[in-house]
């Protein structure tokens, strides 16, 4: 069976490596595991600038922590400013446009363009303790705006461009941000994605934003009001050219609130996750290294879109803060064609590849003949991030963009746990192709039941986490109580992730997927229950029930389950318009892949509908197990048969 493939570190990578043996990573667990104090007061002290030197390495009072307390320092110092000295004319970033347009940018040239914006910021009143959502093209100024931001010491909440003005408009409200920073729009597939009109449109009762900065990126007729909208151009002209490029970043506490970033939980409503200032830095800069191997003469992609998570920490704050450069993309991997990505390898000799299973198994269906075509020779590691790699897909990855010579990192992690906590220090653990291997130092996972009680190796249970660490998210924005609900007491005092996951009798863990209502499509998470409010707001929707179904290629799929107010309808023009209203509701990515139509759902005595069952019906076909809580069984069955007439 392909799962008992293991493959060790290759010599000539282990000899290079920062952790070379497993020797090493032990030892760097077990001082972490028994003294974290001194493993992360030392890394701390050496890894990062500080203005003010911190008194405690952590405060641990469940569930909630600070790290590096009483200290003082900025994540855009640490980013830029400390690199100027030796590596100011490094490239930070190859920046390349979808239509073919190309930057680069060095670290000196990076901080000029954050020192000038920080200096926009403060000339429209936005200063430290403010809110600002940034929503953004994947260009380089969506790094500047958030470096900016966090040079201020103003909270920023990056939202996805493929977000909607609905969703835009919610996250706004929840954040209470003074300002949005955006652009006319951005490009994919050779479209314009028209981001300054949603967000016109997710501004109409929204009292709490007095400024909107629109960065000119498409050059298209855009709305502009008076007195609210300015172009970034013309705000940064705007500034005083004796100081324009001086901005000393702010001494802020290790725990200010650096940003927020919304999620899909298992309700309707997202949750904004706080990530703080020093903890979250060190961790980022540490897993650079311990993870990616980062070496400075590296030019790594993570080819995710800063709108999420993995942007934010391995685009921005973790690559720049180990002094990396990278490549940044605007487009995607099928524009102009399939070739795209591999000639982007060739052509800035990209040594480190992180991207997600859903890209590599949309390219394995285009075959092999596409990067056959480049020079993928330069790449020395691979990285895999989102959702669980099938066996199959690790081994393709691995033999053809890798040239069976470069091992992969498939690294775990959530938002809410800011970095990377399960994944292999490539050249010390042997790999087993879709496991995560083992633990970053410091934390210290178990597969668990409900009770808390570990369960035996090879079985099924709930993954959770035992000690905080210095990335962890610190709350919900606003909702304190929630957050102590959703992580901290589904097993009582340890941190609940919502994946199931199994250790082999080697220790290896294996993450199987969600055991919540949150499903994972193309590796963006969504929860089912966003996508049924979505849905009951059509007038023609009566109930809507919303499951994931198995995809070969995005992992999973939305499927929704729909009963219709009274009425004729034409049900196959209804089908489309209700996949056109959730991608207007929620975004593009969320737009459903198949709508069924019922008569009735199944729910349980109490009226809970039995996703269980929905789940089996798109899988399987069939129904088993117990279903004796069902109301109208009728239902069952007629979905059921419904799906074997499809
Ligand atoms: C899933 C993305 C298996 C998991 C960084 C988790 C994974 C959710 C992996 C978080 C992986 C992420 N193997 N599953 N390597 N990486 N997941 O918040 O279910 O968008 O809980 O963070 O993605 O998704 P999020």
Redesign the pocket.
Known sequence: MSQEAIYPPPAAFAAQANVPSLEAYQALCAKAAEHPEEFWGELAQKELHWFAPYKNVFEWNPPFVKWFTGGKTNIAYNCLDRHLATNGGKVAFHWEGEPGDTRTITYAELHRLVCRFANVLKSRGLNTGDRAIIYMPMVPEAAVAMLACARLGITHSVVFGGFSAEALRARIQDLGAQAVITADGGWRRKKEVRLKDAVDESLAGCETIHTVIVHRRTGSNIHMQAGRDFYWADLEAALDPATANDCPAVELDSEHPLYVLY?SGTTGKPKGILHTTAGYNLFLHMTMKWVFDLKPSDVYWCSADIG???GHSYIVYGPLSAGATSIMYEGTLDTPDFGRWWSIVERYKASILYTSPTAIRALIRQGEQWPEKYNLTSLRLLG??????NPAAWEWYHRVIGGSRCPIV????????GGIL??PMPGAVALKPGS?TFPMPGVLPEVVDLSGKPVPAGAEGYLVLRRPWPAMLRTIWGDPKRYEEQYWSRVPGVYF???AARRDAGGYLW????VDD?M?VS???LSTMEVESALVKHPAVAEAAVVGKPHEITGQAVCCFVTLKQGAHDHEALGKELRQWVAHEIGSFARPEEIRFTEGLPKTRSGKIMRRLLREIVTTNSVSGDVTTLEDLSVVSKLAAQQEDD
């Open positions: 999620t999420w998570v993995t895999s991030v989102g959702e669980p790699i498939d690294t775990w992690w959530q938002t809410e746990t399960i994944a995560g992730t919502g994946d993450v199987l997927g969600r949150v994972n590796g963006h998470r």
